[in-house]
Nanobody, 124 residues
Framework: QVQLVESGGGVVHPGGSLRLSCTAS????????IGWFRQAPGKQREIISC????????FIADSVKGRFTTSRDNAKNTVFLQMNSLKAEDTGIYYC?????????????????WGQGTQVTVSS
């Protein structure tokens, strides 16, 4: 069964850090573009980051640039989202998604496999 599972969410104080993991089962992430998306309360889902299999090129949304990074560990079949200097506005459900492409993809409609999401809450 092909699936993605996110983990690492939780409650953190402003300024804190979390590392989210997106682990694949049933397929190998190596040749897939992996996106991280966030759905904040009352808002549309938005792309946060993306990593392509081509030289591990990355895209980081302006709203999190300088604070978030994404990377992959092919041996673990996992992609990570490192989130530092978290703010209250980073609160939301974080999803990872995959698509068999060799380039950066920012349009969520092009992703065909999604995880169930993990909640991140930034609160004092």
């Amino acid at each position: 069964q092909v699936q993605l599972v996110e983990s690492g969410g939780g409650v953190v104080h402003p300024g804190g850090s979390l590392r989210l993991s997106c682990t694949a089962s049933g397929f190998t992430l190596t040749h897939y573009t992996i996106g991280w998306f966030r759905q904040a309360p009352g808002k549309q889902r938005e792309i946060i980051s993306c990593i392509s299999p081509t030289f591990d090129g990355t895209f980081i949304a302006d709203s999190v640039k300088g604070r978030f990074t994404t990377s992959r560990d092919n041996a673990k079949n996992t992609v990570f989202l490192q989130m530092n200097s978290l703010k209250a506005e980073d609160t939301g459900i974080y999803y990872c998604a995959s698509v068999f492409k060799g380039v950066i993809i920012t349009n969520e409609d092009q992703y065909d496999t999604w995880g169930q999401g993990t909640q991140v809450t930034v609160s004092s």
